[in-house]
Structure formats: C-alpha cells, structure tokens
Nanobody
Framework: VQLVESGGALVQPGGSLRLSCAAS????????VSWFRQGPGKKRELVAS????????YYADSVKGRFTISRDNVKNTIYLQMNTLQPADTAMYSC???????WGPGTQVTVSS
C-alpha cells in the first residue's frame, strides 16, 4: 500500500505543471485524497482534496481558480493541475489518504525565473 508522487519540476512564474499521485495496493477512489505542500520555512498547508463522490472538492483560498484536483480511477491516480504558478507556490508537494494515515514521499515544485 503506497502513494508515489511525480511531476514536480522547476518552472517559470506563470507556468503550469501537473502533479500525479499514483496509488497502489488499494483502490484510491474509495477514499478522500488530499494534496499538501510545505514551502521553505513554512508550515504544511492543505492545498486541495477530492472526496469519493464526483465533484466533491476542496481548495485552499491561495490556489482557488488556479489549481484543479482530479482522479483517474482506471489508473488509480490523483492529479493536481497547477496553472499560473507563482514563486509562493514553491514547495514540496505530497499526497495523502488521511483515513489510512498514508503519505507519499513528495515531489518538489520550484517556481523561479
């Protein structure tokens, strides 16, 4: 049972990235999955969540309108589409299944010119 994130990179301000959270050993569609991030010198922050019901999503105010969380249940993967990235979005991004206390190792996103 594990989560593995990918897709992090160095990107210029205004750019886009899509992060992936690949689940294995369990059916992720049966659980709420969340993306958290922790920037340098900052507390860990809940970025977005997707519930088990279609359309049931949550976004932090800081990313609302720019980030989109989605699922591909066939691939057992959860995505975080990030648009109009800003330097303040620089962080280690991790996905988690809170009810399983399960975390991935994270993927680094750096927004810089």
């Amino acid at each position: 049972v594990q989560l593995v994130e990918s897709g992090g990179a160095l990107v210029q301000p205004g750019g886009s990235l899509r992060l992936s959270c690949a689940a294995s050993g369990f059916t992720s569609s049966q659980y709420t999955v969340s993306w958290f991030r922790q920037g340098p010198g900052k507390k860990r922050e809940l970025v977005a969540s997707v519930g088990t019901e279609s359309g049931d999503t949550y976004y932090a105010d800081s990313v609302k309108g720019r980030f989109t969380i989605s699922r591909d249940n066939v691939k057992n993967t959860i995505y975080l589409q990030m648009n109009t990235l800003q330097p303040a979005d620089t962080a280690m991004y991790s996905c988690t299944v809170p009810t399983l206390t399960l975390w991935g190792p994270g993927t680094q996103v750096t927004v810089s010119s």
